[in-house]
């Protein structure tokens, strides 16, 4: 089973920048599709962007434009590369993948979150 790390997370200024990865660790064959959402304490989560296995994209519309998904397969890992950021988009952001074990099990999984501060 493979656990799934984001980092890249902090604080900015309005009108900056940040990636976020997303990294997966364990019996992993090949990781899928790849979500990203975020979650403002008090609210819902609600979905970001994603990307295929093939490498086909998708955003919400609240960040098209601004934020980019990108995928390196040989490291297992996904990237959110986040610009111009606004204070709206202060929250905690989260992947979650759907991977292919070395057993050829196909698995979801959510990782921990990592915290985004965009300051006005």
């Known amino acids: 089973q493979a656990p799934l790390v984001e980092s890249g997370g902090g604080l900015v200024q309005a009108g900056g920048s940040l990636r976020l990865s997303c990294a997966a660790s364990g019996s992993i064959f090949s990781i899928n599709r790849v979500d990203w959402y975020r979650q403002v304490p008090g609210n819902q989560r609600e979905w970001v962007a994603g990307?295929?296995?093939?490498?086909?994209?998708n955003y919400a519309d609240f960040v098209k434009g601004r934020f980019t998904v990108s995928r390196d397969n040989a490291k297992s890992t996904v990237y959110l590369q986040m610009s111009s950021l606004e204070p709206e988009d202060t929250a905690v952001y989260y992947c979650y993948a759907v991977i292919t074990t070395t057993a050829r099990v196909i698995s979801t999984y959510w990782g921990r979150g990592t915290q985004v501060t965009v300051s006005s």
């Open positions: 990307i295929t296995s093939g490498g086909n994209t």
